[in-house]
């Protein structure tokens, strides 16, 4: 059980009195206040990006995407917000401001190419799979997707020594590491992930799944579509080799909640690799390359789907 479900942070908070955390950009902090407020428009939204030509440049190039299928070119933030959607412009802006600090951020043996890698490949999971369910914020789920594994470079920097081990190599099985953060520390990178996105003001909506997002308690709260989202993208392993655990109990337990099953499963996959294909380049200084998506989306749910 995660520390966040249980004590509480304080814990955690300890870990952090020598370790200078990441400061999310002032443009963050706008975003963070727009992100569930139903009058922003196309044009607040510009405003604010005006302040970073570069992502606005992405985002037209990310619209123009054969991801989005435009018979016409995008030219403009007015438009890439009718493609992709205001709500999800929202996020993706946000996200990009998020993880700009672990950029400069202490690595400690992590290796945070793959480890982006695998956080837009949950998070385009999370996205389609929330499209699936068909009632739960698919603009949120792709966030939560995205930040449930800031976390680990945390505690591998406050633990260079205990913590490198554990996240060497090109495949890194969170299920394990969690076990074994929770037994070596008695709290974990998901505890982690929602002490700093807390600090950042992040709301609970987002907050509280990626805290609980190795949980496989049954969330009984208004926030369970996002939980049961965090918990499926969170428990998978990308690129892994035989014999690497995955979680059945994990699917079992949310599938019929999210309506999972081996009919719509390869649909998500393949939806969730376009959408990686396209976005990753928005993440192009943190994201290690990858040319098959989609082999290591399906080898990741591979089998634990029924």
């Known amino acids: 059980m995660s520390v966040a479900e249980n004590t509480g942070t304080a814990d955690v908070a300890s870990i952090f009195q020598d370790v200078e955390l990441p400061s999310p950009?002032?443009?963050?902090?706008?975003?963070?206040?727009?992100?569930?407020?139903?009058?922003v428009s196309v044009r607040d939204i510009a405003a604010v990006m005006g302040v970073d030509p570069s992502l606005c440049a992405r985002l037209l190039k990310l619209?123009?995407?054969s991801a989005?299928?435009?018979r016409r070119q995008v030219d403009s933030i007015d438009r890439a917000a009718v493609v992709l959607g205001l709500d999800y412009l929202k996020v993706i802006c946000l996200a990009v401001q998020l993880t700009a600090p672990f950029k400069s951020w202490k690595r400690a043996g992590v290796d945070v190419g793959i480890l982006w890698r695998d956080a837009v490949l949950r998070a385009?999971?999370?996205?389609h799979a929330a499209r699936i369910a068909g009632d739960i914020d698919y603009s949120k789920a792709f966030l939560v997707g995205l930040l449930q594994d800031v976390g680990v470079p945390l505690l591998a920097t406050a633990f260079p020594d205990r913590y490198a081990p554990h996240v060497a190599g090109d495949v890194v099985d969170h299920n394990a590491l969690f076990a074994w953060e929770t037994s070596e520390f008695g709290y974990n990178h998901p505890d982690a992930a929602a002490k700093v996105l807390d600090s950042w003001g992040l709301p609970p909506s987002l907050t509280r799944p990626i805290a609980v997002h190795h949980s496989l308690k049954a969330p009984q709260s208004d926030m369970a579509g996002l939980e049961s989202i965090a918990v499926v993208a969170g428990g998978l392993t990308f690129g892994a080799a035989p014999g690497c655990t995955h979680n059945a109990a994990r699917f079992a337990l949310f599938s019929e909640r999210l309506k999972l099953d081996k009919?719509?499963?390869?649909?998500?996959?393949?939806?969730a690799a376009a959408e990686?294909?396209?976005i990753s380049a928005l993440f192009d200084e943190l994201v290690t390359p990858t040319t098959n998506p989609r082999?290591?989306?399906?080898?990741a749910i591979d089998g634990i789907v029924s």
């Open 25 to 39: 950009p002032k443009v963050a902090l706008v975003l963070l206040q727009m992100i569930d407020d139903p009058t």
């Open 63 to 65: 619209a123009n995407s």
């Open 68 to 70: 989005y299928g435009q």
């Open 124 to 127: 385009s999971l999370a996205r």
């Open 263 to 271: 009919n719509s499963t390869p649909v998500m996959v393949r939806h």
């Open 276 to 278: 990686f294909a396209a």
């Open 295 to 299: 082999e290591l989306l399906a080898g």
